[in-house]
């Protein structure tokens, strides 16, 4: 099956830190998604990457699709406390959805 | 923006005892909806593709007799836990996406909490 690897696997930082975690595949694919969840809540989206190359923001958050197609990155700048949470990589090949295995983030006030 | 609704939020059964999940989309209509499990501080694991019309397509090793899911209309998606056990609890999450979408993004529901005693 698909590989999809996600680090690192928790984080615990200082609160005005920025953040970095990324996504590592073994294969090519042509989407790559960003989710935040909650606990006991369901994932929301935060960024949706559909080119290689591409660099998007949405307010403090910034992700790159890889140029190679296999990677993503996702940095969180000066964070807050609500930042808290788990971050998932997502991505899609045929009929298949695979997430990250997530990275915990917490951050310390 | 799109929302998608999971009844109920939690729910806590007896062992052998069968509890049915819901998964609404509530103002897009969704052809295809997506089951997933997550285990505490796990990611989630996709159970299986629910097709309006047709039958679900689960992913290896997911038991489609004791997972039954129901895509009977545009806008709703049910699974069932049939004879659960305890070690069906779990936090179990949907997905759906707009119909006709694409590789566009999916809105999950808020996940149901199931217990089982």
């Known amino acids: 099956g698909q590989q999809l690897n996600q680090s690192p696997q928790s984080m615990f930082i200082q609160e005005g830190e920025d953040v970095s975690m990324n996504c590592t595949s073994s294969s090519i694919f042509n989407t790559w998604l960003w989710y935040k969840q909650d606990p006991g809540e369901g994932p929301v989206l935060l960024i949706a990457?559909?080119?290689?190359?591409e660099l998007t923001s949405n307010g403090r958050l910034t992700a790159q699709f890889g140029i190679t197609r296999k990677d993503s990155f996702l940095n969180i700048s000066a964070s807050i406390p609500s930042d808290v949470g788990i971050y998932f990589c997502r991505m899609e090949y045929g009929n298949k959805l695979v997430f990250g295995a997530g990275t915990i983030l917490r951050v310390k006030s | 923006g799109a929302v998608v609704s999971q009844h109920p939020s939690w729910v806590i059964c007896k062992s052998g005892t069968s509890v049915k999940i819901e998964c609404r989309s509530l103002d897009f209509q969704a052809t295809t909806m997506f089951w997933y499990r997550q285990f505490p501080k796990q990611s989630l694991m996709l159970m299986a593709t629910s097709n309006e019309g047709s039958k679900a397509t689960y992913e290896q090793g997911v038991e489609k007799d004791k997972f039954l899911i129901n895509h009977a209309s545009l806008t709703l998606s049910t699974l069932t836990v049939t004879s659960a056990h305890p070690e069906d609890s779990s936090f179990y999450i949907c997905?759906?996406?707009?119909?006709?979408?694409?590789?566009?993004?999916?809105?999950f529901g808020n996940g149901t909490r199931l217990t089982v005693t």
């Open positions: 997905s759906a996406r707009l119909q006709g979408a694409g590789n566009s993004p999916l809105h």
């Open positions: 990457l559909y080119k290689a190359g």
